[in-house]
Structures are given as C-alpha cells and as structure tokens.
C-alpha cells in the first residue's frame, strides 16, 4: 500500500464515491473495508491476506509478490510503458485504442458456494464493453444459486460492473490502473525474461 501514494491519491475521488456505496449496502454485514494491494480494487468481503496486505484473489496475491520488484520501477518507465499499451492496439481486437484497464465483477453460485471475482483487462473501451456486459449477464444468470452470499454478492457484483461501466477511464490519459500495471508487467519481464504477460 505504501507502494502506491501516487495510485491512491489519483482515485481518491473514485474510491470515495464507491466507498459511499459500500457503506449504504454493507450494513447489515458489517465487514471492514479494504483495497487490493496488486490492482486497487475495493475488496467487499473475503480475499486474500499476506501478513498486512489484502488480496481479492489468490492470482492478485502472486502478483504482490511483484510489487517489491514493481517498485523499483520508476514512474517515467512505468509511464512510457502505459503510454504505448495506451496508443498501441488492442490486445483483445487488434482495433485501435486507447487502450486502458477495464475492471469488471462477477459472481457465481453451487447450493452452500459461492465465488466471486473482480477481473481487470486491458483492452479497448468497446472490448472493455463486452467484457463487462457479459460478466454482468454470467453474474445475473449464475450467481443467484448460493445461500446467503449469491443473494448478497449477485445485486452487488452487477451494481459495482455497471458502475465502472458508466464511467470509463479517462481515453486522453493512461489511468493510474494502467500505469501500475504496467510497473508490473516490466517487473514481471524482470523476473522472467521471455515472459512478457497481461497483468
Ligand atoms: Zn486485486
Ligand atoms: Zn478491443
């Protein structure tokens, strides 16, 4: 978390406004809340933990294990990096840009089982798009059939992906998502260097 001042202060306003929600819905549950420390995102309930750090997933916990690494990555690498991924092609379509992190959640229900995610992809808004629609849709379908967290994650998961869905990030700007994950792709070519993937 100290890794990330510049991350934090640049999604205040946004993480606020989420905050705000949360703390509408979260009542009756009563959780704490807290940030993912690979990918910012709000974590509800659940996730990982690693000593003070929280994780929403045990994949965003190995990519902590980067962030010692990430953060020896300065800010203008990191920068330039986010400005090609930016202006280059979509990974997902190969259409033109910008390109940026589009964050979507979705939840999934077995009888007393329930999973559920947040993912992040870098792509084109209209992939972005896509993607978030059909978490929405996967949410909507398959998320209700747990008791009690599919009745509590579903609304909530389809909310938090409509949400990131009507505000996109800036198209002019990398977004701070897209820079920290780009530290994280350069500090994964670090630590392997024929093993270039997507964070
Ligand atoms: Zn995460
Ligand atoms: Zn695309």
Redesign the pocket.
């Known amino acids: 978390m100290f890794l990330l001042p510049r991350l934090r202060s640049a999604s205040r306003c946004r993480r606020g406004r989420l905050a705000s929600f949360v703390r509408r819905h979260n009542h009756p549950i009563g959780s704490s809340m807290a940030s ?1 420390a ?2 910012g ?1 709000t974590i509800l309930f659940g996730g990982t933990k690693d000593g003070s750090l929280r ?3 045990t994949n ?1 916990q190995s990519k902590g294990a980067m962030l010692s690494r990430a953060a020896q990555v300065s800010d203008s690498e990191a920068f330039g990096h986010a400005r090609r991924l930016h202006t280059g092609p979509c990974p997902k379509c190969s259409g033109s840009g910008p390109v940026d992190i589009h964050m979507s959640y979705r939840v999934w229900s077995a009888l007393v089982m329930t999973q559920w995610q ?1 993912r992040s992809q870098i792509s084109c808004r209209s992939c972005g798009v896509k993607s978030q629609l059909g978490n929405i849709a996967f949410s909507a379908v398959l998320g209700w059939w747990g008791f009690p967290w599919g009745l509590i994650m579903t609304p909530i998961q389809i909310i938090r992906t409509l949400f990131v869905l009507v505000s996109p990030p800036n198209p002019i700007e990398p977004s701070p998502k897209l820079i920290h994950a780009s530290k994280l792709q350069i500090a994964t070519t670090m630590a392997v260097p024929s093993a270039m993937t997507p964070a």
Do not use: K, L, P
């Open positions: 993912c690979t990918c995102t994780f929403c997933n965003c947040s």
